[in-house]
Structures are given as C-alpha cells and as structure tokens.
C-alpha cells in the first residue's frame, strides 16, 4: 500500500519555527515533483511549496524567504522548513507527490496531513 505520511506538526509560537516531513512508502518506483499544500479552517487548499525531482522549487508569495522547501530523493523524503510563523500560517498542511507506481504515467497522491498552529 502506498502512502504519503506527514510529521512534524504541532503547536508553535509567533516567529518560531518548524520542520514538516512527508515519508513516501510502498512499492514506488519514481518521484516527479513533490510539494506541501495547506487547507486553513474555511478556505480551500493552497500551494505552498513544491519541488521538482531536480530541485527546482516555487513557493507561494506569502511564504518566500520564510520557508524552505527540500527532499531527499533516496529516502523518498520532502521537508518544509518553516521560520518566523505568523498566526495567518496556521492550517492543516498536507504532503503531495506524483508518484511512479508501475504505470507510464505518475499518479497524484495526497498524505492525510498534519496541524499547524501557530500561536501565543
């Protein structure tokens, strides 16, 4: 069974900082461009960051120079360094990754997600 699993989450102070990781597990047998999106309370899911397979990164313009996108391709591993959290941060943050699973073509997978607050 293939899964994205999400750790890392919890509570935080203003101007704190976290570490979310997202573990990719299964029988996978590549990974195209893989990214953490965030589903605050009312809104609908946003990007935050994704990284391509390369390491070429794009961020979301509210957390550029805050947050720090990187994986680690043998392990199968995506991170988000997260720095100087604002309240406005605090959502549910959810790994994603295209993922090679015996097929042509990579399937879009979702991780359950994992809460981040962020307050005082």
């Known amino acids: 069974q293939v899964q994205l699993v999400e750790s890392g989450g919890g509570l935080v102070q203003p101007g704190g900082s976290l570490r979310l990781s997202c573990a990719a597990s299964?029988?996978?047998?590549?990974?195209?461009?893989m990214g953490w999106y965030r589903q605050a309370s009312g809104r609908r899911r946003a990007l935050v960051a994704r990284?391509?397979?390369?390491?070429?990164?794009n961020y979301a313009d509210s957390v550029k120079g805050r947050f720090t996108i990187s994986r680690d391709n043998a392990k199968k591993m995506v991170y988000l360094q997260m720095n100087s959290l604002k309240p406005e941060d605090t959502a549910v943050y959810y790994c994603n990754a295209d993922l090679y699973l015996g097929g042509w073509r990579p399937e879009n997978s979702w991780g359950r997600g994992t809460q981040v607050t962020v307050s005082s």
């Open positions: 299964g029988t996978i047998f590549g990974i195209d461009d």
């Open positions: 990284i391509t397979n390369v390491g070429s990164t």
